[in-house]
Structures are given as C-alpha cells and as structure tokens.
C-alpha cells in the first residue's frame, strides 16, 4: 500500500491560497491609497492656484482718476487700460488689475460695461515700482466719475469712508 503524502508545513508558512489572497490585497491597499493621494492633489490643487501679492503692492489705498481706454476682459485677471492726466497735463496710460473674467461675469460685466471714453474714479494699491499700475483685489472701489455709480467692489471691503461725489 502506497501513502501519499504531503511535506509537512512549516509554522507560520501560508498555504498558496492564502498568499495569493494577500498579494491581491496589498495590490488594493496600494491602489487605494494612490487614488486617494491622487484626489487629494487634484483637490488641493485649485487653493494653491492663486498667490498672493509678496509684497508687490503698497499697503495704502490710493485714489486714481481716469478715462477708459480698454477693458480687457480675461483670465486670470482682467485689466482696465486707461489715461490719467499728470501734474504736468501729460498723458499716462494706466493699468488696473480687476477679477478673472468668470469672476467679472458673475457680478454682471461684459466687454460694455465699460466703454473707450468712460470716466472712472478708482481706489487701489499702487505697484510699489511707481509704475502707472493699480491693484483691485483687496480693498478696492471702482466708480464711474460722472454718476457715482458703483461698478466694483472687491470682496475684501474698503477700509476708509466712501467717496462723495460732487455734482
């Protein structure tokens, strides 16, 4: 009569089921938790997109008074081309930086809300260059000179008394 036997196991061996399943679920863990840095870093992503200004602009709020020349609406941000009459009377073309363009059209703008030939009255950080550039994300104001009308605020509100008009 003939025995068939197996080789006895060693303590703590695992069978070949048993070391399959752990290897598929170890492939799992692994996978998973890819994914989830994945995620994490397309989540993460959009916060980081934006920086801040390290210092480029002056901490005072500066009043500028200008006629429009363009309005560029684009991302990421928009900008508002206009000329400001010096002390001297010479002509200086301006720069104001404003909200991205999907941000512009939330609150309503278009390429018409501002027109070549506007007068704007503008509150804003100056560029601390002294380049002609004025800054609207933080603190900021933008009013049509002839109306008073509002046309922006920025979502960190002015800090100081809103402007009179004079009629």
């Known amino acids: 009569m003939t025995f068939l036997c197996k080789e006895p196991r060693r303590p703590g061996a695992l069978s070949e089921g048993t070391a399959h399943t752990q290897v598929a679920s170890l492939t799992t863990q692994l996978l998973a938790a890819f ?12 916060a980081f997109g934006h920086h801040g200004d390290a210092g480029r602009y002056e901490e005072t709020i500066t009043r500028v008074s200008g006629t429009v020349v363009a309005l560029q609406v684009i991302n990421p941000h928009s900008r508002i081309i206009f000329d400001v009459e010096d002390e001297g009377g010479e002509v200086v073309r301006w720069q104001a930086e404003i909200q991205s363009a999907n941000r512009l059209a939330q609150m309503g703008w278009n390429q018409a809300t501002l027109k070549p030939g506007d007068q704007i009255t503008l509150f804003g950080r100056l560029v601390r260059s002294g380049a002609p550039y004025i800054n609207l994300s933080e603190r900021a104001l933008l009013i049509r000179t002839d109306t008073c009308e509002e046309l922006y605020r920025s979502t960190t509100p002015p800090d100081y008394p809103a402007p009179t008009c004079e009629p």
């Open 35 to 46: 994914m989830l840095c994945a995620a994490l870093t397309l989540i993460g992503v959009p």
